[in-house]
């Protein structure tokens, strides 16, 4: 965490980047955090070519993720956790994927976080098994946007980013350090 300061008053603050995996489309989301707000920096999808095979996509899924890590910096960077694919080879390319988002994030120097899909559904909606709208709803109202975050992996990468930040904001104290008393 970076400390950051606002006029004589000093704060910690954390840009979180989240990354919600996939071989097709991985979602991202970069957002900025507070003790008094979150806001949105960006968010996008990078989309791999279906038609090439599997280490080109890998490549790319490397390239765009590489390339919002370098121009942003992220002090933090989450991903979610694989918790459920349709088949073996589902899986595998899926867990490839979140093995180059998880390198990347690493080589670029980021904190790395991972939860679960429930877990990151709990912290945002406050529900284990929400849906996909109500991850979107609940995303959008937390970051008050004019729309709902498209597409749903979107919605899903900045729902994580909000969980991280939330996990990592109970670990700062309680007031600015240089305004806390320490009793004797």
Same mark, same amino acid.
């Given at each position: 965490?970076?400390p950051?300061?606002?006029h004589?008053?000093?704060?910690?603050?954390?840009? @979180? =980047?989240?990354?919600?995996?996939?071989?097709? #489309?991985?979602? +991202?989301?970069?957002?900025?955090?507070? $003790?008094?707000?979150?806001?949105?920096?960006?968010?996008?999808?990078? $989309?791999?070519?279906?038609?090439?095979?599997?280490?080109?996509?890998?490549?790319?899924? +490397?390239?765009g993720l590489?390339?919002? =890590?370098?121009? +942003?910096?992220?002090?933090?960077? %989450?991903?979610?956790? #694989?918790?459920?694919?349709q088949? @073996?080879?589902?899986?595998?390319?899926?867990?490839?994927?979140?093995?180059?988002?998880?390198?990347?994030?690493?080589?670029?120097?980021?904190?790395?976080?991972? +939860?679960s899909?429930?877990?990151?559904?709990?912290a945002?909606?406050?529900?284990? $098994?929400?849906?996909?709208?109500?991850?979107?709803?609940m995303?959008?109202?937390?970051?008050?946007?004019?729309?709902?975050?498209?597409?749903?992996?979107?919605?899903? %990468?900045? %729902?994580?980013?909000i969980?991280?930040?939330h996990?990592?904001?109970?670990?700062?104290?309680k007031?600015?350090?240089?305004?806390?008393?320490? =009793?004797?």
């Amino acid at each position: 965490m970076k400390p950051s300061h606002s006029h004589s008053h000093s704060f910690i603050s954390a840009t @979180v =980047m989240g990354i919600d995996p996939g071989l097709s #489309i991985t979602g +991202y989301g970069l957002i900025r955090g507070d $003790r008094s707000r979150i806001t949105l920096i960006e968010s996008g999808a990078i $989309r791999t070519n279906s038609s090439q095979g599997l280490p080109a996509r890998l490549k790319q899924l +490397y390239t765009g993720l590489n390339e919002v =890590m370098t121009t +942003y910096k992220p002090d933090h960077v %989450a991903i979610e956790q #694989i918790f459920l694919a349709q088949n @073996v080879s589902s899986a595998m390319k899926l867990g490839q994927a979140r093995g180059v988002a998880l390198m990347t994030a690493f080589a670029c120097g980021a904190e790395i976080g991972e +939860y679960s899909a429930i877990e990151v559904k709990k912290a945002v909606v406050g529900v284990g $098994r929400a849906s996909k709208e109500q991850v979107q709803i609940m995303v959008q109202h937390l970051l008050a946007l004019k729309n709902r975050p498209e597409p749903a992996d979107v919605a899903d %990468a900045l %729902a994580v980013a909000i969980c991280h930040l939330h996990t990592i904001q109970s670990l700062w104290p309680k007031q600015p350090l240089r305004n806390r008393r320490f =009793m004797r």
